[in-house]
Each structure stands twice: as C-alpha cells, then as structure tokens.
C-alpha cells in the first residue's frame, strides 16, 4: 500500500531493513533511532540514514554548541528517495548539502537539543 508518492512503507521497510548489516555508526541508540525512522518512514522525507565518510565532501565548520560542532558539507549520492524495481536500487536525490553534527556526549542528549 502506498502511503507516499510512489513510497510503499510495508515494501520499503523490508527493503532498508535487509540492509541494516551494511551499516552502523558504531553508537547502538543512534542505529536504533535511524533504523526506527527507516521502518516506520511514510515517505521519502522521513528516512534518516547514516552516511559513510567516504560520501562527505566540502566539509566546512559553521558553529559551535553545548552538544557538538555543526559543519557544512556536501552528500555525493544524496538521500533515497524511491525504489527502481526494474534495477532492484534506490533512486537518490543527488548531491546536496547537509548538515552534520558532532556528538560530545551522549546521543539522547543531542536528541533533547
């Protein structure tokens, strides 16, 4: 059943869960927080993914907070946005800006920010 613009939730959960051992930000809150969003995720916009370094670019510090240090940088690849059946693979948005953020601390306290 689709529950976005060309987003079937059922499908897509299982398809992002069968890739849930090819990643890990080796912090098990966060894990469990993006695969949470992943599973449950309505529609493009609501998936948060871990990005690999190797996919960071540009990398430019913009502030400084209790929590961390925010940076500027570019995701080559981009974030999913639907499943292409005939090529079994996501079809990305492509490279775009994003935000990141150091953690000093603990993840649920970055979440309470």
């Known amino acids: 059943?689709?529950?976005?613009?060309?987003?079937?939730?059922s499908c897509n959960a299982k398809r992002?869960?069968?890739e849930f051992p090819n990643w890990t930000s080796d912090?098990?809150?966060?894990?469990?927080f993006l695969r949470e969003t992943q599973l449950t995720a309505r529609c493009w916009q609501e998936v948060f993914e871990?990005?690999?370094?190797?996919?960071?670019?540009?990398?430019?510090?913009v502030g400084r907070g209790g929590y961390g240090i925010v940076?500027?940088?570019?995701?080559?690849?981009?974030?999913i946005i639907k499943w292409i059946?005939?090529?079994k693979k996501w079809e990305r948005w492509g490279t775009e800006y994003v935000?990141?953020?150091?953690?000093?601390g603990e993840f649920s306290d970055f979440m309470h920010e």
């Open 16 to 18: 992002l869960e069968a």
């Open 1 to 9: 059943k689709n529950t976005g613009v060309k987003w079937c939730q």
């Open 85 to 87: 059946s005939k090529e």
């Open 71 to 79: 940076y500027k940088s570019k995701w080559e690849g981009g974030c």
């Open 50 to 61: 871990w990005i690999p370094y190797a996919n960071i670019t540009e990398v430019e510090e």
């Open 99 to 104: 935000a990141l953020k150091s953690l000093n």
């Open 27 to 32: 912090n098990k809150e966060l894990d469990r």
